[in-house]
């Protein structure tokens, strides 16, 4: 089971946070178009490579964070700073 | 010969205490054995020949590994099937016997002996058993009677199982002579360590070595006793997972039929040993042909004479030292073959045992015990799991790991060959480096909580590994004699199916492990992967490298499903008025983590109390979350697709959640307590989820808003007060709210005391349909208030009512459930809340894809659905059928009688051109019958204007 670093609570089990999964931007509703916005709902870059995503810490601390993580090793780099009002997006 | 194995006379080493004596039974036959005998030592002692029958052919077969992983060494206890006899201890009065066996071990009618491979060859139930395919199911019955394996028990008792989640440095897995130095020096380095050793014993092939091995074994033992480790026997480390998270399956926790241990290591020391690998050769199942190793054990720990006249294949050193050993021990060495010098052997001959060896030098040996040390298997598992993909040495014959993660290390036999004191010297050195990495990645783990703590000194430096690596000794590349014979023991594969198949095309090693099923029996391939492998590379005229292996996957060995569900950590949860419920005959329902009254006896008669009276509902579970801040309302308009910019302080809204696709994800109503301050309520299932949705939001799109959320499921315990005289009830219990319905309206809320008890939220909604008052109470209250209100609605006829009362209650009024109405597919539109849907905020969750779906909505439609029969109530997910081409037309999702109509209520989803009110529609009942059923006009089968809930 692989540790996730919180950049609260530290290295965490990953069963103790839940993975959002990639990280990508929310195209404006106001504007999109079904093939935008099924893009990001569905559409995954899936890279064996580093990727950006999204972690919840939903038995810690309850934030929202984004990490680089690579797929093919599951190491991780580029932990946000802990503390914030908010986790945020990077 | 009537006896061909008994007892020796003491061994030095021997671990059975001749003084205990046991009783047991084999096949209903008394027997007796020694304590420290495993169940095959003690068979073997009582001249026990064939132990078992093989899974296709039925060929008698006895004891060739004489441990865990003999692959026909299983044996049923009692209830328990597939025991390994050549693991499990003898215990007094057990009840063994053979399994796979009809009607009896020595007279199993199925058994093909003699003609390798005529009849079931490869692929052969794949083709045999393949044409016509309403055929299956007969086919299915036969093969299940050819199915080997025990018989499962259905009303064994259940056993305790357990969990554990430790957090060592260092898990040394193996305990022999390499992992027993590596524990005891990573402790001395000042690691905390678990050895964990697969058998009952610690010290390896020490056990059955020289009077040297055992010295070196009784000095590692003292150390082992004064370093700090602890030690698990009988336990086997079954996997290892991302950053050394391994599993560990404990069989000897006292207490506990089997404990799985989760340990997150620092450092995984593999010192796994080597395991003997058979020869193939034409006979080399019989019973009598056992692995070198297989025969020293039995000898020198439990004192068990083999047989009495032996050929020895030996191609090392151990077979030399078998030789010895067999000699020593009175058993005379016929003939010894020796590969090393070209010897070879052809044949062993016999019908239920061993009677002749036939010699590549033309020679027919008489012999009841063919002893067979060809050579080693490593047994790679950890270090595939961790990534690695060992390479195969031929000048040695075996894998050798080639470039493991820094946090996994290698010792013993794996690693390398060499003398006892260079084996345990490379596990020392592996154990103190060990301990060393160990302590950087705790640095570095702590490091990472900065939180935590402020490290300031420097991060240790990572240890180079400086051990002097062991030797790799030739050995001859021995894997088939000239002769064809079984390379898979437990599920009788032979060279010959092996060979058919690659000229079948099955040409890679995957594809003929699955075509041929060879690897994939009880022994998972321990003993017959790298002959597999080997054949294989015959046929195609390559070498073991070229051809590559199969990847080793978890658990290197079976955990049981027992040990796998384990204790639950999951919390148990109940309301605070749970004690009452019990006290007054609840039926329990389990609800998610919820436990909650089903009824009370009668839900049907709760319903017709309720309507015509009062009744009271604990609805505790209700997820609640309290919301502050400035920006609340821009937190409501974005999470529900309806508008609540107005919604005035004390007032209450009702509204749907959709995610980002536009599905529903959950409803509820939320209401206005104060300038900043809200209370969401949520489904009681859907409380996490819709906490963390709104956490996402405010978290990732929009932190700049002012909105503090807290659950406070559980700060209160709340209660549905319904009927036409609730507004009775509750007049006697409250003193500052003022319960005039021309003040107090449906869709209001107040806030004051109830029952005495300040800080109570009231609001005037309900699922049920009636004039109803949810009362939400401070949870350390709630039994106070429960019976407060149970007592004033005493001259009422008041009735508690449970979930089955509610679910009728709504059910009637056409109220849907997200995720029993709705699924995973609907859109909001699906529930005909169009209404609720309002585009013209300019975003909110899901709304690109609702004003989309809004335009031209063509999905399935909830609906409410009467049968024609009153008295009919189809099953929850019957089918909505077209009755002459059958194509399914959509589903009922929720039916119950209705006591209130007296008759049956339904509601469904089904396809739009199906769901105008006076449709009829076809229900596939669930014995198949077929039952008309009629579209109503309104969801709501029971007052569907809402008279009663706002009177
Ligand atoms: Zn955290």
């Known amino acids: ?90 | 010969m009537s006896t061909l194995s008994d007892r020796l006379s003491a061994q030095p080493g021997e671990i059975i205490d001749r003084s205990s004596k046991l009783r047991f039974t084999w096949n209903g036959k008394g027997v007796t054995g020694f304590a420290g005998d495993t169940i095959a030592s003690a068979l073997m002692a009582n001249n026990v020949q064939v132990v078992s029958r093989s899974m296709k052919y039925h060929r008698p077969r006895g004891y060739m590994t004489a441990d865990y992983w003999d692959p026909n060494g299983s044996v049923q206890l009692a209830s328990e099937p597939n025991v390994r006899s050549g693991h499990r201890q003898l215990q007094e009065g057990m009840k063994v016997s053979a399994q796979n066996v009809w009607p009896s071990l020595d007279r199993d009618v199925r058994a093909v002996n003699g003609v390798l491979g005529r009849f079931l060859t490869a692929g052969f139930y794949y083709k045999t058993f393949m044409h016509p395919r309403s055929l299956w199911p007969t086919y299915e019955k036969v093969l299940a009677t050819f199915a080997p394996g025990g018989k499962v028990d259905l009303d064994a008792p259940s056993g305790y199982f357990d969990k554990r989640y430790a957090h060592p440095d260092v898990v040394v897995a193996g305990g022999g002579p390499s992992g027993l130095a590596a524990a005891i020096d990573a402790a001395r380095a000042g690691a905390k360590v678990m050895l964990v050793e697969h058998t009952h014993h610690l010290g390896g092939h020490l056990l059955w070595g020289s009077d040297g091995d055992r010295a070196v074994l009784a000095q590692l033992l003292t150390e082992l006793a004064e370093a700090d480790v602890e030690v698990l026997v009988d336990s086997t480390v079954t996997g290892r997972y991302e950053d050394n998270w391994i599993g560990i399956s404990q069989r000897s926790h006292p207490g506990v039929e089997e404990r799985l241990i989760k340990a997150r290591a620092k450092m995984l020391v593999v010192a796994g040993g080597l395991i003997e690998r058979p020869y193939v050769f034409e006979g080399n199942d019989l019973p009598g042909v056992m692995m070198s190793s297989a025969v020293r054990r039995s000898m020198a720990m439990y004192a068990v004479r083999p047989g009495s006249r032996a050929v020895v294949l030996s191609a090392n050193a151990e077979g030399d030292a078998a030789v010895e050993a067999l000699t020593a021990a009175g058993v005379e060495v016929a003939a010894v073959v020796d590969p090393r010098n070209g010897q070879d052997l052809v044949r062993a001959k016999g019908s239920r045992r061993v009677e002749s060896v036939e010699l590549a030098d033309g020679r027919s040996v008489e012999a009841d015990l063919l002893v067979i040390a060809a050579g080693w298997t490593s047994p790679t598992s950890l270090i595939n799991m961790a990534g690695d993909r060992p390479s195969f040495d031929d000048s040695c014959g075996r894998f050798f790991p080639t470039d493991p993660p820094e946090t996994v290390l290698v010792t013993g036999g794996m690693a390398g060959d060499g003398t006892t004191e260079e084996i345990v010297e490379h596990g020392r050195a592996t154990g103190d480096l060990a301990a060393r990495r160990a302590s950087t990645v705790a640095h570095r783990l702590q490091a990472a909580t900065t939180r935590a703590q402020s490290v300031d000194e420097i991060e240790p430096v990572w240890a180079a590994d400086s051990r002097i690596a062991l030797g790799r000794w030739s050995h001859p590349g021995l894997y088939r004699a000239s002769t064809h014979g079984i390379v898979d023991y437990s599920e009788d594969v032979s060279s010959k199916d092996l060979v058919a198949a690659a000229k079948e095309g099955y040409d890679s090693v995957e594809l003929l492990k699955r075509y041929t099923t060879a690897t994939m029996g009880p022994s998972q391939g321990k003993l017959s992967t790298v002959n597999t492998v080997a054949i294989l590379g015959e046929a195609r005229g390559e070498t073991i490298a070229e051809v590559g292996t199969t990847v080793w996957r978890p658990p290197f060995a079976p955990i049981s499903l027992g040990a796998l569900g384990g204790r639950k950590f999951e919390p148990i949860r109940v309301s605070a008025m749970h004690r009452w419920h019990e006290a007054n005959g609840a039926t329990p329902i389990i609800a998610g983590q919820w436990i909650r009254p089903e009824h009370y006896g009668d839900p049907a008669a709760e319903v017709r109390k309720t309507r015509s009276g009062v009744g009271l509902i604990d609805v505790s579970p209700l997820g609640k979350l309290d919301l502050q801040g400035a920006d609340v309302p821009k937190l409501l308009n974005h999470l529900y697709t309806n508008t609540w910019n107005k919604l005035p302080i004390g007032g209450v809204r009702y509204g749907i959640m959709c995610a980002e696709d536009g599905i529903v994800l959950d409803d509820g109503v939320t209401g206005r307590l104060g300038e900043n301050h809200y209370l969401m309520t949520t489904t009681s299932s859907g409380a996490a989820t819709v906490w963390e949705w709104a956490e996402n939001w405010l978290q990732t799109e929009h932190p700049d808003w002012d909105v503090s959320v807290t659950p406070v499921t559980t700060a209160y315990a709340s209660m549905n007060l319904a009927g036409p005289k609730s507004r009775e009830v509750l007049s006697s219990l409250v003193d500052d709210i003022d319960l005039d319905p021309e003040d107090f309206r449906y869709m209001q809320l107040r806030t004051g005391r109830i029952a005495g008890v300040d800080n109570c939220i009231m609001w005037r909604i309900g699922f049920t349909g009636e004039l109803s008052f949810e009362l939400h109470v401070p949870a350390g209250y709630g039994e106070a208030v429960w019976r407060s209100v149970m007592e004033a609605g005493a001259e009422f006829g008041i009735t508690p009512f449970g979930l089955e009362g509610q679910r009728i209650m709504r059910l009637e009024k056409g109220h849907f459930i997200v995720g029993q109405d709705t699924d995973g597919l609907s859109l909001a539109p699906a529930t005909g809340l169009d209404a609720l849907i309002k585009l013209d905020k300019p975003d909110f969750a899901g709304k690109p894809e609702l004003s989309w779906a809004l335009e031209n909505y063509e999905g399935p439609l909830v609906v409410a659905v009467q049968p024609v029969d009153p008295n009919v109530v189809p099953g929850e997910a019957s089918q909505i059928i077209d009755p002459i081409d059958k194509r399914i037309l959509g589903r009922i999702t929720s039916a119950r009688y209705s006591p209130t109509l007296e008759r049956s209520v339904c509601l469904a989803q089904v396809e739009p051109q199906f769901a105008t009110a006076g449709s009829r529609l076809t229900i596939k009942m669930i014995d198949g019958s077929l039952q008309e059923a009629v579209v109503q006009e309104h969801h709501a089968h029971f007052d569907p204007e809402g008279e009663r809930l706002r009177g």
């Open chain 1, 1 to 90: 089971m692989l540790l996730v670093p919180c950049p609260n609570c530290g290295p965490r089990n990953s069963s103790d946070l839940r993975y959002v999964g990639e990280s990508h931007k929310r195209p404006d509703p106001a504007t999109t178009t079904p093939e935008e916005w099924r893009t990001y709902l569905y559409m995954h870059k899936n890279p064996a490579d580093w990727m950006m995503e999204t972690w919840y810490c939903s038995s810690g601390c309850r934030r929202f964070f984004t990490i680089e993580r690579h797929t093919a090793t599951s190491e991780f780099r580029n932990p946000p700073l802990p503390g914030g009002k908010r986790g945020g997006r990077a």
